[in-house]
């Protein structure tokens, strides 16, 4: 490969084929070479002259010219570049990549230029209460960067974690749950795919993620199986009838069970998007799809079951079914009635018990007095 006029620019001409006359046919590339830009090794049009090989030329290097600087090794960005190249990080699930991203990025933004040694205690509060607007998004903050250290301190980058354990900004706890009547509105404006997601989610007690994974191969004998992709829980879930119905009327176009109204599985984005739409015309702004996890629950747990078989359809812990439980299901006039009710059972039940026995009592002693 010959270097020409062009900075970066290389050429390699290479035989193609012997003509009749003897003369040798051939053909000339360029190539564009600039070690550690985007576009190095990448083919440029043939003509050097035309203004088509001038323009591509120029975007390639542009290209190189408009890269943010390499962050310095000791910087809080360099940490971040190195740790998103080790395993801690790449093997983790698409999502945790994804989200841990974000977050990384938006620290990387705001103290990238940090050097890492010299984030204390005091930083890493700061960090926290900048955001203490969101607490949500705070706490998940400091997670994220609690893990980011401590992988720093194993490396023997950093003598400690000055992450470790941060106190979290108290978060009120969702108790959202949909209401029949917000049911009975969502459905009456969603399209095929959103109803079927409902109905899945309403019924089964499952993740988005996890629903939206789902195959019809997992769909069998009237049950639903699955290994939750955030904790690997095995889970089995015999299908209410409703939840059956939906899925036997259901079309089979992929091997998703759920699919976009062009018969393609739902990319996470998407599905989020749809959903919002029709959560917005049902004017169910206050209700998430998350909510229908806690939804199917609570309608468990007020059904009657225990948690131990509320925990075997959602694939919670026994001792977490229990907190989720006690701290979401509500506490409204309908469940105070279905407890004063069974009191009121238990007495009518004694009342006839004491009858019964009062009859009997009295018809041996009137067999005993004819005698």
């Known amino acids: 490969m010959v270097r020409v006029d062009h900075k970066f620019v290389y050429r390699k001409q290479r035989q193609r084929r012997r003509k009749k006359d003897g003369s040798i046919w051939s053909r000339t590339y360029y190539y564009y070479r600039r070690p550690g830009a985007p576009d190095d090794g990448v083919r440029l049009p043939d003509d050097p002259a035309s203004p088509e090989f001038a323009a591509t030329l120029q975007q390639f290097n542009e290209r190189v010219e408009n890269q943010p600087a390499k962050p310095a090794p000791a910087s809080l960005a360099g ?25 990384l990025g938006n620290l990387t933004k705001r103290y990238g230029h940090l050097p890492y040694a010299a984030i204390d205690r005091e930083v890493v509060y700061a960090i926290r209460d900048s955001l203490a607007a969101t607490p949500t998004w705070a706490n998940y903050t400091t997670r994220v960067l609690r893990l980011l250290l401590g992988w720093a301190v194993d490396r023997g980058m950093l003598a400690s974690n000055p992450a470790s354990r941060p106190k979290q900004l108290r978060i009120a706890p969702r108790r959202q749950v949909w209401s029949e009547e917000a049911e009975a509105a969502f459905l009456a404006l969603a399209p095929a795919p959103m109803a079927l997601a409902y109905t899945m989610a309403a019924y089964s007690a499952q993740r988005q993620g996890d629903i939206l994974a789902m195959t019809w191969a997992q769909f069998t004998n009237g049950r639903l199986r699955l290994r939750q992709a955030k904790t690997g829980a095995l889970v089995e879930v015999p299908c209410h009838s409703v939840l059956l119905k939906a899925l036997d009327g259901a079309p089979r176009v992929s091997t998703h069970i759920l699919t976009s109204e062009k018969g393609r599985p739902f990319k996470a984005d998407h599905f989020r998007h749809e959903w919002r739409k029709v959560t917005t015309a049902a004017k169910l702004d206050g209700l998430q799809f998350r909510d229908l996890r806690r939804t199917a629950m609570v309608r468990l747990a007020e059904a009657g079951a225990t948690e131990i078989e509320v925990a075997a359809v959602s694939g919670h812990e026994i001792e977490q079914t229990r907190r989720i439980l006690e701290t979401y299901i509500p506490r409204n006039s309908q469940m105070a009635g279905a407890a004063v009710q069974k009191l009121e059972d238990v007495r009518k039940k004694r009342e006839r018990e004491k009858r ?7 018809k041996k002693l009137g067999n005993s007095g004819r005698k």
């Open 79 to 103: 940490l971040v570049e190195r740790y998103k190249a080790a395993p801690e990080f790449t093997d983790l699930a698409v999502k945790s990549q994804k989200d841990y991203g974000r977050i």
């Open 356 to 362: 019964k026995t009062g009859k009997q009592a009295a």
